[in-house]
């Protein structure tokens, strides 16, 4: 099975960083990705990680380390825009390939 | 345009009525799945199709019953409705079930309301 822990909330402040973390427990991985929700709307793909490092897609990174079972998600020059929940998603290394989804964080940006 | 949509975007019924909600994908997509949001936002999955194949069925209660006619289809009849069944439903596909191609794209949601 498998266990994802995130934040239940953070507040940031306009044009500040944040870092959003996750650690997980599985009994097999293969993948972790980033997901951003706003308010009444789907989920949205932000990021993808297999293999330990950061991945940097424009104001968006994503870090990964197998070993601790951690990821994080990091914002910068945050935008009022970027309110909204963020989720952490493993995929588990079965045929299936099944992802299960932590429970989310809500960011709330603040002027 | 829309990649994967689903309807009703919203439905209110009365328990004990049966209801489907239908989902379509055009992304050439091999992978399509049934996910439910609760009023706590947290996100489960319920179903997942490849090919026209069931491959996940988490423990959902029978009165869900997933139909897949062709791979860019997968919707969901729910009978006997409960006021436990309130919730948002998630239609979404994904290229395959390896590396990034597992990439979820979700359709808009369906917003069920039990009364």
């Known amino acids: 099975g498998q266990n994802i822990d995130q934040p239940t909330e953070m507040t940031a402040t306009e044009g500040a960083i944040v870092q959003i973390n996750c650690t997980y427990q599985?009994?097999?991985?293969?993948?972790l990705f980033w997901y951003q929700q706003h308010a009444g709307e789907a989920p949205t793909f932000l990021s993808y990680n297999v293999l330990d490092g950061l991945e940097e897609k424009g104001r968006f990174s994503s870090f990964l380390s197998r070993s601790k079972g951690y990821s994080y998600l990091l914002l910068k020059e945050l935008q009022m825009k970027d309110s909204a929940s963020y989720l952490c998603?493993?995929?588990?290394?079965?045929?299936?390939?099944?992802?299960?989804f932590g429970d989310g964080t809500t960011l709330t940006v603040k002027p | 345009d829309t990649a994967v949509s689903q309807t009703p975007k919203y439905l209110v019924t009365q328990m004990g009525n049966d209801k489907s909600i239908k989902c379509e994908q055009n992304l050439g997509h091999d992978t399509m799945y049934w996910y439910k949001q609760d009023s706590k936002k947290f996100l489960k999955i319920m179903f997942s199709y490849n090919n026209k194949e069931l491959i996940i069925n988490e423990t959902v209660p029978n009165r869900f019953s997933p139909k897949s006619p062709d791979k860019a289809h997968l919707n969901l009849h729910i009978n006997s409705l409960e006021l436990g069944d309130s919730a948002v439903y998630f239609c979404?596909?994904?290229?395959?079930?390896?590396?990034?191609?597992?990439?979820?794209?979700f359709g808009e949601g369906s917003w069920l309301t039990v009364v």
């Open positions: 979404a596909s994904s290229q395959d079930r390896r590396g990034v191609g597992n990439t979820i794209y």
């Open positions: 998603a493993v995929r588990d290394n079965t045929n299936a390939g099944k992802s299960t």
């Open positions: 599985t009994s097999g991985f293969n993948g």
